[in-house]
């Protein structure tokens, strides 16, 4: 059952209206509808991952050094996270040469 069928199920049985509902979700373009908190998690995933890349290249260690050091995080059961976790180290450790301290 899809996260917002499930709700709606759960507004009915409990009558909060369908709008009162809905106003939980997120329309994320390309998937099922997300719950809010889902900006949240992306968000400290993000977080987590600038800061680890940023430490480790400030340590002198290489890409493929740091993608091997953060392999294992508190992220890496999210959905889709590994069909972009190779992306994601690459673009923070190369954006990272263009900010000033």
Same mark, same amino acid.
């Given at each position: 059952?899809?996260?917002?069928?499930?709700?709606?199920?759960?507004?009915?049985?409990?009558?909060?209206?369908?709008?009162?509902? !809905?106003? *939980? /979700?997120?329309?994320?373009?390309?998937?099922?509808?997300?719950?809010?908190?889902?900006?949240?998690?992306? !968000?400290?995933?993000?977080?987590?991952?600038?800061?680890?890349?940023?430490?480790?290249? $400030? $340590?002198?260690?290489?890409?493929?050094?740091?993608?091997?050091? !953060?392999?294992?995080?508190? /992220?890496?059961?999210?959905?889709?996270?590994? *069909?972009?976790?190779?992306?994601?180290? /690459?673009?923070?450790?190369?954006? !990272?040469?263009?900010?000033?301290?």
């Amino acid at each position: 059952m899809k996260k917002t069928d499930k709700a709606l199920y759960e507004a009915k049985q409990s009558g909060k209206s369908k709008v009162a509902v !809905l106003k *939980e /979700f997120i329309l994320a373009g390309h998937n099922e509808l997300l719950k809010k908190d889902a900006i949240d998690d992306t !968000l400290n995933y993000l977080t987590f991952l600038r800061e680890r890349v940023k430490k480790m290249k $400030e $340590e002198g260690k290489s890409i493929d050094e740091i993608r091997q050091a !953060l392999a294992e995080n508190p /992220f890496k059961d999210y959905k889709m996270y590994n *069909e972009f976790y190779n992306a994601n180290i /690459f673009v923070v450790y190369n954006q !990272l040469d263009y900010e000033e301290d």
